[in-house]
């Protein structure tokens, strides 16, 4: 059964570290999305790809923020340094290059910053 | 620039009534609409979609959602609530042939169903 694999689960950092997080989409798909959930926001654009060039990154942070597809089955979000108002649901989607597709998201990486 | 509201924060239902959830859409040109479901820690599932033709769409879990170009509504329905039904529910929409490919999601409802 075909997923979007999103790693860590779970990260607690304490303030101005490092965090990365991890997305495999699935095979086959060329669009790649990352989306922050919070209480108050909802569900955030952060960035996404196609054909593992970033189209849009508007609603990414740019100062500590930076996503990046080394490879067709690796997306990687990146936040240096982090802050307490990072905390969110990190997720990842992927899907085929086609506007009548519905997109596939991962579990989410849920991000506690201390 | 498009967007989706959703009006209500949170439907109580009692299982087996019918249940609606609400949903309306701001694009330029014709949307493709979709819903989605989250359990708790959980990442979102899709449910369904309308992308052209019939605008009663049926979708996983016994769910359908109407579509309403006049009043710009695609309201999610299921006959008969099941309390395994009570998640957080999300309507998207995508603007057809604009390349872009990101979904523009509402802000949540959650539905309780009670037993």
């Known amino acids: 059964d075909a997923r979007v694999t999103q790693t860590p689960r779970d990260k607690v950092t304490e303030m101005g570290q490092e965090v990365t997080m991890r997305c495999q989409p699935i095979?086959?798909?060329?669009?790649v999305f990352w989306y922050r959930q919070t209480m108050m926001q909802g569900l955030e654009l952060l960035a996404y790809?196609?054909?593992?060039?970033?189209?849009?990154d508007s609603g990414m942070p740019k100062d500590r923020f930076s996503a990046e597809m080394p490879d067709a089955t690796l997306a990687t979000l990146k936040i240096q340094p982090s802050e307490p108002r990072d905390s969110a649901v990190y997720f990842c989607?992927?899907?085929?290059?086609?506007?009548?597709?519905?997109?596939?998201f991962g579990q989410g990486t849920r991000l506690t910053v201390v | 620039a498009q967007s989706v509201a959703q009006p209500e924060d949170q439907v109580n239902v009692a299982e087996g009534n019918p249940l609606t959830v609400k949903c309306t859409y701001s694009v330029s040109g014709n949307p493709y609409l979709f819903w989605y479901v989250q359990y708790p820690n959980r990442g979102l599932q899709f449910l369904l979609k309308y992308i052209t033709g019939d605008n009663l769409v049926k979708g996983s879990y016994g769910f359908e959602a109407e579509f309403n170009k006049s009043q710009t509504s695609f309201h999610l329905k299921k006959p008969s609530a099941l309390v395994s039904d009570s998640a957080l529910y999300f309507c998207a929409v995508r603007e057809e042939d604009t390349g872009r490919r990101a979904l523009t999601f509402g802000s949540g409802t959650r539905l309780q169903v009670q037993p």
């Open positions: 790809f196609r054909n593992r060039a970033p189209l849009d």
């Open positions: 095979l086959g798909h060329n669009t």
């Open positions: 989607a992927s899907g085929p290059d086609s506007g009548r597709t519905e997109a596939f």
